[in-house]
């Protein structure tokens, strides 16, 4: 009884989960997610990361996310990035999404720039029912399906703001098993927006929000606060609209490498099953040729 609850609540999470891209509270360190003009913007200097985020520990099941990224600038124009990311639900939904963008830089002014951007790639979903106690059920059958997507963007930014809008996914796809709807992935839109404010030499404030819109469904928001001591050391905090409270902090190991960690409180029904959610993202900058070093420190 146990295993056909659980499958009963997959599909029902599935559903739910399946309208949405992956959303990670340190979102504003990997906007490539859901922004194909999101740019580094820095000729010479590849900007690397990992990001791992465990979902609703205590529920037998919950989600699991890696996601593993890339930002190259090519030239003072033009810049590339890779990023692909691993879904786990419990033990019967597996996701793999690979994408690439590709970004064009213009200025506006003397200090602000814009991008352009378009994103394609290919999203492979797996259903593996072996592992439970309905696998020999007809209704319950595995599943393998790959689906393409593409997607655009807009990114407005100088040293101190940014602004962007995008729709990342703008070929809705969906599964159906037996007339029923496992899997859906509606077309979304994204905005998002950061400033960084300079309390003083040694204190600067990065509030940032992110608003989410999936064609169907109400809108939903992110809004973060970060304080940046030193340029070296993190404390921040963020809501996501009726679901969690985060608590974020980072740190520069070194002048090119810098690790966050973030812990998101329920803020849900879930609440009282669940201990929480774990997020550690890991940053790494180096330069193309000998002579380029990375300059300064990216706030956003």
């Known amino acids: 009884m146990k295993k056909i609850l659980y499958i009963l609540a997959f599909f029902v999470y599935a559903n739910l989960v399946g309208q949405q891209q992956p959303q990670y509270s340190q979102y504003m360190y990997n906007m490539n997610v859901v922004n194909p003009a999101y740019v ?24 699991k996310t890696a996601n593993v990224f890339a930002n190259i600038p090519t030239s003072e124009n033009v810049e590339l990035s890779f990023n692909y990311s691993n879904d786990e639900i419990g033990e019967v939904q597996q996701e793999n999404v690979f994408n690439v963008d590709f970004a ?13 951007g378009i994103k394609a790639g290919i999203s492979n979903l797996v259903l593996d029912f072996s592992k439970t106690n309905v696998s020999t059920d007809p209704s319950f059958q595995n599943q393998n399906s790959t689906f393409f997507n593409a997607g655009a963007g807009l990114f407005i930014f100088n040293e101190r703001f940014y602004a962007g809008f995008s729709a990342p996914n703008l070929f809705p796809a969906d599964l159906n098993v037996d007339n029923i709807n496992i899997y859906e992935q509606k077309t979304q839109f994204y905005g998002m927006a950061g400033y960084v404010f300079d309390i003083n030499r040694n204190l600067k404030l990065k509030p940032s929000t992110i608003i989410k819109q999936s064609l169907g469904a109400p809108i939903t928001f992110d809004a973060s606060v970060n304080a ?16 969690n409270m985060a608590f974020m902090a980072a740190a520069n190991v070194t002048y090119n490498f ?32 000998k002579s380029k070093k990375y300059i300064s420190p990216r706030f956003y």
């Open 40 to 63: 580094i913007n820095d000729p010479g200097i590849i900007y690397l990361g990992a990001l791992y985020r465990q979902q609703w520990n205590g529920i037998e099941g919950g989600p």
């Open 228 to 243: 940046r001591f030193y340029d070296k050391f993190e404390v921040g905090a963020s809501y996501r609209f009726q679901e």
């Open 104 to 116: 064009y830089v213009i200025p506006v002014s003397r200090k602000t720039k814009m991008a352009f």
């Open 258 to 289: 810098r690790i966050g960690y973030a812990y998101d409180y329920n803020a849900s029904k879930l609440r009282s099953f669940d201990n929480g959610t774990h997020e550690i993202i890991l940053l790494y900058n180096f330069g193309l040729i």
